[in-house]
């Protein structure tokens, strides 16, 4: 039986389209910044801090190896920190179908493709350095292990690490199914356009190598 709606009380309204878009980019992008957190937390600052105790042995890591495996996650984590501020203040509980959300994105553009960019470009010898390491130097693979085991969902670093390789392309997505839910007379119609500009070149980059990658990485 269904319950009586008391009477002055209106039953909330299902959200729209765009709506649900707005909210999954922004839960999307809390899930991935909480991933990039993981890294430099659990991963990257503890072993830097002890990376005197690797050098000099046959099971440890030289600090240009570290450098390589982590390439620039930091700066990739830095920039991601601060759009999902910005999407947040944006998309809140004051949200209504008539605010925007390609401006923010058109913000970042002179931020996000340089350093995804570098990243792309430095993963392939940043995944074969962490693979080489973690097969021939048990004592930085012992560590590895230890600290997976520390992570929110014990994922092991190379999983980890291929995920800004799979956030461009769902940027695209997101920001492609967020305009087709917009209506053409919307503000936001031509930011769209515009913010979907701004990260096709590095999205471009990394289908060239996609295939390479979702072959290593069995992904689809």
Known sequence: ???DIPAG??????PS????VAQEIVQTEETYV????????RY???????VKKFVGGDGTVTPGEIDLIFSNIATVRHVNVALLERLKERVNEDWDDSRIVGDIFVDFA??????????????????????EAYDNKPEFASLLEEYKNNTKGKLDLESL???PIQRVPRYLLLLRELKKSTEEGHRDHVLLDEA?????AVATLINKTQAKIDAQFGLK
């Open 44 to 50: 990257e600052r503890p072993i830097r801090k002890f």
């Open 110 to 131: 002179d931020q996000l493709p340089p350093v995804y960019r570098d990243y792309v470009q430095r993963f392939k010898a940043s995944n074969a350095t962490l693979r």
């Open 161 to 163: 690490l291929i995920m």
């Open 196 to 200: 979907m500009e701004s990260v096709a």
């Open 9 to 14: 009380r209106v039953p909330p309204r299902e």
């Open 17 to 20: 389209q765009r709506t649900r």
């Open 34 to 41: 909480d991933a990039l957190t993981e890294i430099v937390d």
């Open 1 to 3: 039986e269904i319950p």
